[in-house]
C-alpha cells in the first residue's frame, strides 16, 4: 500500500533514551521528508532529503537527526535533546524535492515518552 | 517564509450538502496548491491539487479554486457522503523552495 513502510507503529521513550524510527520505500523516489503530526497542529517538517548522502533541516529539527546512507531509507532519530518528543511522525517520499511533486505517506509511527 | 491559514479548523454537515474549505497564504511566489486528506487512523493521501497558471479545477465532486491576487484558494465538496468525514489539508510551496507548508487542518464530519 504505497510502497512505503514505517516501523514500529507504536514507540515509547524513555527520559534521556534516544530512539530510531524506520522509513524504507520502494519506490524508486530520490526524496524523503520526515513531518511531525500534533494535534490541531497540522503536518510540520522536521527534515528532508533530496538525494542519498544528502539531507537539510526543516522547520522544527532541533531535537532529531536522520541519515540517508541508502536511497531506499531515511531513518529519524529522536535525541534526548528533544524535550517534547511526544507526537505522531510521518515518513513520506515523491519522485523528487522540488515541492511540486505528490507525496506519498507512510502509515505513521505514534512515539509516547514514559 | 511561507505560512498557510486554514479555516474552520471543523465543519459538520448533512450528507448531500456541499462543503467549503478555505485557505490563505503569505508567499506572493507560491505556486503551487494541493489538498491532503487523512481519514482516522490512516495516512495523508493527496486527492487535488492546483497550479498557479490555473483558476479552477475539478474531479467529479471536489474542485478547488485559486485567487492569486488574493492569495486564497479553498476546497470544495458536493453532495458530501459519510466517508469524506476525514481531516483535510491544505498546502502551499513555490518554485525555488523544496518544500511544502501545510495549513492546520480541518476536521469535516458528514453526518447521515
Known amino acids: 500500500d504505497g510502497g512505503i513502510t514505517q516501523s514500529p507503529k507504536y514507540l515509547f521513550r524513555k527520559e534521556g533514551q534516544n530512539v530510531t524510527l524506520s522509513c524504507e520505500q520502494n519506490?524508486?523516489?530520490?526524496?524523503m521528508y520526515w513531518y511531525r503530526q500534533d494535534p490541531g497542529q497540522g503536518l510540520r517538517l522536521i527534515y528532508y532529503?533530496?538525494?542519498?548522502?544528502?539531507?537539510q533541516k526543516g522547520d522544527i529539527a532541533e531535537g532529531y537527526s536522520v541519515s540517508r546512507e541508502k536511497k531506499e531509507s531515511f531513518p529519524l532519530t529522536v535525541t534526548s535533546a528533544q524535550k517534547n518528543p511526544t507526537a505522531f511522525y510521518l515518513c513520506?517520499?515523491?519522485?523528487?524535492?522540488?515541492?511540486?511533486?505528490?507525496?506519498?505517506f507512510g502509515s505513521g509511527t505514534q512515539l509516547s515518552v514514559l | 517564509g511561507e505560512n498557510v491559514e486554514q479555516h474552520p479548523s471543523t465543519l459538520s454537515v448533512q450528507e448531500g450538502d456541499s462543503a467549503v474549505i478555505k485557505c490563505t497564504y503569505s508567499?506572493?511566489?507560491?505556486?503551487?496548491f494541493p489538498w491532503y486528506k487523512q481519514e482516522l487512523g490512516k495516512r495523508p493521501q493527496l486527492i487535488i491539487d492546483?497550479?498557479?497558471?490555473?483558476g479552477e479545477k475539478k474531479d467529479q465532486r471536489i474542485a478547488v479554486t485559486l485567487n492569486k491576487t488574493a492569495k486564497h484558494f479553498s476546497l470544495h465538496i458536493t453532495e458530501t457522503q459519510p466517508e469524506d468525514s476525514a481531516v483535510y489539508f491544505c498546502?502551499?510551496?513555490?518554485?525555488?523552495?523544496?518544500?511544502?507548508?501545510f495549513g492546520k487542518g480541518t476536521l469535516l464530519t458528514v453526518n447521515p
Open positions: 513520506a517520499s515523491s519522485i523528487a524535492a522540488d515541492g511540486h511533486e505528490k507525496l506519498f
Open positions: 519506490l524508486n523516489h530520490d526524496a
Open positions: 532529503s533530496q538525494i542519498v548522502n544528502d539531507f
Open positions: 508567499d506572493s511566489a507560491s505556486n503551487y
Open positions: 492546483i497550479r498557479s497558471n490555473v
Open positions: 498546502a502551499a510551496s513555490n518554485s525555488s523552495n523544496y518544500k511544502l507548508t
